[in-house]
Structures are given as C-alpha cells and as structure tokens.
C-alpha cells in the first residue's frame, strides 16, 4: 500500500500525463499535463503542485505497446548467466535503443515442457526514455514501470485461477472505447483498443463492433499460440452487457466481478484514464505482484537496503556484547584486586590475573577487527566502476581474510579497459588501505568477448581484506 502524502502513481493515456494519489481505496488525480508538453518543456517550470513534487513516485504505467517481449531459450537457469544473457540480447537486437539494457525484466518458464525459456519484456518506446530522464530531473523517478495488461493479468489470475493455465481474453468496457486482452498460460500476449462514437457507444452498434474485433483477435490469437481460445471475461459497469456480447458471440462469457464492493464504494474518477480508470489502490500496491520493470541501477539500490539495514543491526548488536563483555571483566578484575579477601594474594598470582584479563583483552580486540560478510559485499560494490559487472565471488572470512572476484569489464576499447581497470585497483586499494595493494598484473585476463560497439573483457582477482 501506499500513502497518499508521501507515495503517489504517475500514468500516461491518450498524450496525457496523470499524477494520482490514493483516497481510502480509491485512487484520486491530483494533476494532469500533456505528455508532449512536458517532455518538450522545462520541466522544472511545468507548475506541478508541491504535493506532486514531494513524494515518492512508485508506479509509472505506460500503454501497452510502450513495453515490448521476448520469449528465449537459455538452459542456465542462474540468475548472472541469465541477465547477463537477456541483457547482451536486447541490446543487440535493439542497437537504436542505448539504454533498453537498463530498462527489462524477466521471467523463468515454470512448465516443465518449458524448462529453458525466458519470457523477457523491455521498454521499446523511445518516448519512454524521455519521459523517465524527465521525471528524474524533477526527482519523480519511478520505482517500477508497469502497463495496464500486466495489471489485469493478476486480478484476473487472483479472481480465477484457472486462467492461468490456458488461453483466456478479458474485455473492458467503457462508454466510449473498449479494450481487448489476450494471454497465454498466465501471460499477457497481445491487447487492442476499440473507439465508440458518441452516437453508436450507448446502442447495440458498439456491441457489434465489438463482437467483430473480437472474433478477429481470437482468430490472431490461434495463429500466435496454435490453440484456441478458452475463456472470455467482460469488466463493464452494465451486467447485461456480459449476456449480450455471450449471445452475439455464440459462447459463454464470463462477468468479471473482482473487487465489486471495493469500487462501488470508491468515488468516480473525474478524468478520463483509459485502461486505468477502473483500477483501485488494491490493484496498484506492491502487494499485487504484477509484471513490472524496475530501472537496472534504482532497483539494485533497493535490493541492498534490507542487506543495510541487516549490517547495521548485526553491528550494533556486536557493540552492544562486546561493549558488556568489556565492562564485566573490568568489574570482575577491579573486584579481584581490592578485595579483602585476596588480602593472601602473591606478587606471582596477581601477575598471572593480570596475564588472564590481558589475554582477555586482545581476544576481544581480535573479535572486533573480524570482518563480516555484509560489511565487506558492501565495501566490494562501492569498489566497482560503472561498467563492471560482477559474475561471481567467492569469500573466506578465515585469519587472513580474501576475496576472489570474477568480473566482466564491458568497454569501447582495450584504453577504457585500462582506465577502468586502474580506476578499480586504486579504489579497492582506498577501500582496504590495511591490505597489500593489488597490481595489474595480478589481475588474470580472460578471452575477450566482442558485442556491437563494445567488447567485454573478463577479469578474475585476489583480494587481501586485511
């Protein structure tokens, strides 16, 4: 969920931009400017309100056709390989599109007919670009980028879960315009939009064009899927309107009622949203679980934080033994001296407590010197230049603590390979002033590995913690 003072929605229908916050269970605009307006203004100066500005932006829902897909064939099923292969894909299918390598996301087939696959999806709309840079430069950035498609893909799989499992057709209905969904096995695989006339949308005119659109899409959907069509859902605010288009049609058609109470309580929406105006707070929280992609660098950095958050908690509970185990035997060894009951003690046994509370002492200072794993991953990461990526690490935490980095430099030529590389060593040297410092030719080189416009060199490294 989100709240409505600090978390908002941004969406983008019909050369418009919407930003939308939630009221109760419903989800209200607070400011609308035109799409083309602000991506070819300032758009510092384009009189957001200050509610707008001053807030997390955590959704961005595009137009369907703004995110492309993919499906792959890979027999890895590791997370690395994977991305790393999705990533070399798109960019090389997609070369006009230099930043479609930060903007994708995947996922693992899970038939096991379809043990190898990956279904891939990407933003292939240059004007999505523009408009994230934009919402950026106005500190609006979006945490996930989603569409209407992927958003009905899970109300309808929590409303029937037989849906996911065959091929089903969901028809949204709204007074002067419809929109068709098609998916496949629970994923989306194609949508169109239908615009009524304001003379033929309130008669059985807009019925018949819809029944005629709909039979051609099924039609595209055997060809895509070579399988037929097994169910049809309708959203529409008339019940009859399910009855009629199953009668047109000659086959059942089922009324979509998910959250019919939720949105009969909810105020109307006053603006014209599209696909997105019979969505509620409940369809657009984090806790909905639908397809979305998430900018390659922001998503890693959020990733991190329950990590952090971790570290931190781990430190302070160390400081917290250490610093009780420190005052205990400075009680115990301060009791041990003044005592009148070790009045008998020697010279030679108060030497040998002292020996004790000695040894004690540097145990505890050993403790406090040893590295842990989450403070050291987070040392690494900061280590690494933009353009390199990690492909595995091995850790061993023992008396002489190392790291073993397996790594890909992607770079224009082998002079950005050698400023990357020298701007890593001296990082990692920074970052671990304690250790020997690490020297380029203790860094093995690995077969070069050419792409479009660049060349990934893989790097493999030793890494002294202390």
């Known amino acids: 969920m989100f709240n409505k003072n600090h978390t908002g929605i941004t969406i983008v ?4 931009l919407f930003f939308l916050s939630a009221v109760g269970n419903a989800l209200q605009v607070d400011h609308s400017i035109s799409l083309t307006a602000f991506l070819e203004g300032n758009a510092e100066g384009a009189n957001l309100p200050e509610a707008v500005l001053n ?25 690395s390989i994977v991305e ?17 390598g930060l ?29 994230y840079n934009k919402l950026q430069s106005i500190n609006a950035v979006p945490n996930e980028i989603t ?38 096995q629970g994923k989306f695989l194609f949508s169109r939009s239908i615009q009524f006339s304001t003379l033929s949308s309130e008669s059985a005119e807009a019925l018949q064009a819809l029944t005629y659109e709909i039979n051609q899409s099924v039609y595209l959907f055997s060809q895509k899927k070579k399988t037929e069509l097994e169910l049809i859902f309708m959203h529409s605010a008339r019940k009859e309107d399910a009855a009629e288009l199953a009668e047109n049609l000659g086959r059942e058609v089922r009324p979509f009622t998910s959250n019919a109470a939720l949105e009969k309580s909810s105020p109307k929406i006053e603006h014209t949203l599209g696909p997105c105006s019979d969505f ?23 990733a991190w934080r329950p990590i952090q958050a971790a570290g931190i908690m781990i430190g302070i509970l160390l400081i917290l033994i250490l610093g009780g185990e420190h005052v205990y035997l400075f009680k115990w060894s301060k009791q041990a001296t003044t005592s009148s ?27 406090t010197q040893t590295f842990s794993a989450s403070t050291t991953l987070l040392t690494l990461a900061r280590c690494l230049p933009n353009n390199v990526r990690v492909t595995a690490i091995q850790l061993s935490l023992a008396e002489a603590p190392v790291a073993a980095l397996s790594c890909i430099v992607r770079a224009e030529s082998m002079a950005v390979f050698r400023e990357t590389l020298t701007e890593l060593i001296n990082n990692l040297g920074n970052a671990f002033e304690k250790s020997p410092r690490l020297e380029k030719q203790d860094v093995e080189l690995g077969e070069t590995l050419p792409g479009k416009g660049y060349i990934d060199y893989p790097v493999q490294f030793q890494v002294r913690l202390i």
């Open 13 to 16: 229908h019909s050369d418009t």
């Open 55 to 79: 807030r997390t932006n955590r959704l961005l829902i595009v137009p369907d056709y703004w995110i492309g897909q993919a499906n792959m064939s890979l027999p890895s099923r590791k997370r």
């Open 84 to 100: 790393a292969f999705v990533e070399r894909k798109l960019i090389a299918e997609y070369s006009d599109l230099p930043d479609i």
């Open 103 to 131: 903007f994708y996301g995947y996922a693992l087939a899970s038939h096991p007919a379809e043990a190898n696959h990956i279904h891939a999806f990407f933003l292939q709309e240059p004007q999505a670009y523009e408009l």
């Open 147 to 184: 569409t209407p498609a992927y958003i009905w893909e899970q109300k309808l799989i929590k409303m029937a879960p037989d849906a996911a499992g065959t091929g089903v057709a969901l028809v949204q209905m709204q007074p002067l315009e419809s929109y068709l969904y098609f998916y496949h």
């Open 280 to 302: 509620n707070r409940q369809d657009v929280a984090p806790s909905a679980r639908f397809s979305a992609i998430a900018q390659k660098h922001h998503g890693r950095a959020r």
């Open 341 to 367: 009951n070790v009045g008998w003690m020697t010279e030679q046994n108060y030497h040998e407590l002292m020996d004790r509370y000695n040894e004690s002492l540097d145990v505890l200072l050993q403790e």
